[in-house]
């Protein structure tokens, strides 16, 4: 039996993730929930915050990470879910096409 949550076996391996530090949204005065729009009223937050994304120094960085793990909740790499889903059938499709 597993006594201490460090014992369990991690299932995802998240890399390194020190560019997160950089991250645009981590400066001050930055609402974290703007990354996290839960109704419609929240999407005008949402536009700013991928606004900021789109000038962030590691927005490469963070959209990989976010395909990759997949992260499946909120804005990153300025993309919002339903863009980072059309992101990854996007680049299958282009694989597809790159093995014929
Ligand atoms: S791309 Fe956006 S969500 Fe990702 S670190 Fe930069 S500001 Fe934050």
């Known amino acids: 039996m597993v006594s201490n949550v460090?014992?369990?076996p991690r299932t995802v391996d998240y890399g390194p993730m020190d560019w997160i530090k950089l991250g645009a949204c981590r400066e001050a005065g930055r609402d974290s929930s703007w990354w996290y729009p839960k109704s419609v009223s929240d999407?005008?937050?949402?536009?700013?915050?991928?606004?900021?994304?789109r000038q962030c120094p590691v927005q490469a960085e963070c959209?990989?990470?976010a395909?990759?793990?997949?992260?499946?909740?909120?804005?990153?790499?300025?993309?919002?879910e339903k863009?980072?889903?059309?992101?990854?059938?996007?680049?299958?499709?282009?694989?597809?096409?790159?093995?014929?």
């Open 43 to 53: 999407l005008q937050h949402a536009a700013v915050a991928m606004s900021v994304c």
């Open 83 to 100: 863009d980072r889903r059309m992101e990854v059938r996007r680049r299958a499709g282009k694989d597809f096409y790159r093995r014929r």
């Open 67 to 80: 395909l990759n793990v997949p992260e499946v909740h909120g804005i990153w790499g300025g993309l919002m």
């Open 63 to 65: 959209l990989e990470h």
């Open 6 to 8: 460090q014992d369990l």
